[in-house]
C-alpha cells in the first residue's frame, strides 16, 4: 500500500520557521515529481511548491516565492518543505502529493496525496 504521511505542521508566530516532511512508502518515487498543496478554510485546494524527479528543478506559486523552499532525499524517499516568513494568510492544511512521471505542478492529475498536516500561523 503507497502511503505520504505528512508531519511537522503546528502552530507559529508570524515570520517564524516551519519545515514539513512527507515521508512516503510502499514505493519509491525517485523517477517522480512531488510538491505541495494547500487548502485553508472555505477556499480551493492550491498548488504550492514542486520538484522534479531529480531534485533538479523546482516550481512554485508566486505567493511563495522567496519564502518557501522544496527539496527531496531520494534515499529516504521523502520531500521537505522548508517556510520561512510564514503570514497569517498560510494558514491552511498542507498536503504533499506525488505525479507518476511528471511534476504536480496542478491539483488534477496526481496519482497519490497524503492525509495533511495542519500548519496555523498567528499574527
Known amino acids: 500500500q503507497v502511503q505520504l504521511v505528512e508531519s511537522g505542521g503546528g502552530l507559529v508566530q508570524a515570520g517564524g520557521s516551519l519545515r514539513l516532511s512527507c515521508a512516503a512508502s510502499g514505493r519509491t518515487f525517485s523517477n517522480d515529481g512531488m510538491g505541495w498543496f494547500r487548502q485553508a478554510p472555505g477556499k480551493e485546494l492550491e498548488f504550492v511548491i514542486a520538484i522534479n524527479e531529480s531534485g533538479g528543478s523546482t516550481y512554485y506559486a508566486d505567493f511563495v516565492k522567496g519564502r518557501f523552499t522544496i527539496s527531496r532525499d531520494i534515499a529516504k524517499n521523502t520531500v521537505y518543505l522548508q517556510m520561512n516568513n510564514l503570514k497569517p494568510e498560510d494558514t491552511a492544511v498542507y498536503y504533499c502529493?506525488?505525479?507518476?512521471?511528471?511534476?504536480?505542478?496542478?491539483?488534477?492529475?496526481?496519482?497519490?496525496w497524503g492525509q495533511g498536516t495542519q500548519v496555523t500561523v498567528s499574527s
Open positions: 502529493a506525488a505525479r507518476v512521471g511528471g511534476v504536480p505542478s496542478t491539483v488534477r492529475g496526481n496519482d497519490y
